[in-house]
């Protein structure tokens, strides 16, 4: 899981909840990327960012909340607007410029009560 | 978006027998990765093949590109029960770079090796 934390490892949320998701890295990685992946299927993209202060949207923004405040953190915010949270949340990072490998975190499951 | 696909969606054989998985993609890429996770964890990068190149070996990993016919293999030579895991391809979209590069994932192989 390389230099990235990410915590909690099981998060519960209650209806109309906002619920935040913590990505730590130290690797001095400029890249950070939040993805969504459910039972048996592959990750979709939820947010990105290249810089601090700086994101974009992914494939499934709508109900999500990110920040880029420090370089080393990208937590991600599950918002009440997100209908179906329950899911499998990983977060990576990547160095800047020509190198495209993509570093993971151990993830955080959601789960609604 | 585009997507690579992998196929099977899952495999299973036995230990020593060689595994290979395929991913088909859409669009045009400037490389294509592969990557391994393990039940309820992270993804770990395995090995990455540029659009410019057909063959790539690490250790037992072996892979192909054919950008003519956007495909790609993964062939996990001598398997060991270790290796039971899903296997992901991800393309970076031939457009993507600098501030705006992003992979876009398949759906992934399960496969299983039995002792």
């Known amino acids: 899981d390389g230099g990235i934390t990410q915590s909690p490892k099981y998060l519960f949320r209650k209806e109309g909840q906002n619920v935040t998701l913590s990505c730590e890295q130290n690797?001095?990685?400029?890249?950070m990327y939040w993805y969504r992946q459910d039972p048996g299927q592959g990750l979709r993209l939820i947010y990105y960012?290249?810089?601090?202060?700086?994101?974009q949207k992914g494939d499934i923004a709508e109900g999500y909340s990110v920040s880029r405040e420090k370089k080393e953190s990208f937590p991600l915010t599950v918002t009440s607007a997100q209908k179906n949270p329950t899911a499998f949340y990983l977060c990576?990072?990547?160095?800047?410029?020509?190198?495209?490998?993509?570093?993971f975190g151990p993830g955080t499951r959601l789960l609604v009560l | 978006s585009q997507q690579g696909e992998e196929d099977p969606q899952a495999l299973s054989i036995q230990e020593g027998e060689n595994a290979t998985m395929n991913c088909s993609y859409k669009t045009s890429i400037n490389n294509l990765q592969w990557y391994r996770q393990n039940s309820g964890r992270g993804l770990v990068h395995l090995i990455l093949?540029?659009?410019?190149?057909r063959e790539k070996h690490s250790g037992r990993l072996r892979v192909t590109l054919d950008t003519s016919k956007k495909s790609s293999s993964l062939l996990i030579t001598a398997s060991r029960a270790a290796d039971t895991a899903s296997y992901f391809c991800?393309?970076?979209?031939?457009?993507?770079?600098?501030?705006?590069?992003?992979?876009?994932f398949g759906k992934g192989t399960l496969l299983t090796v039995n002792p």
């Open positions: 093949i540029r659009s410019n190149e």
């Open positions: 991800a393309t970076d979209a031939g457009d993507s770079g600098g501030s705006n590069y992003k992979l876009t």
């Open positions: 960012s290249q810089i601090v202060n700086d994101f």
């Open positions: 990576a990072s990547k160095e800047a410029g020509g190198f495209e490998t993509q570093y």
């Open positions: 690797l001095n990685h400029d890249a």
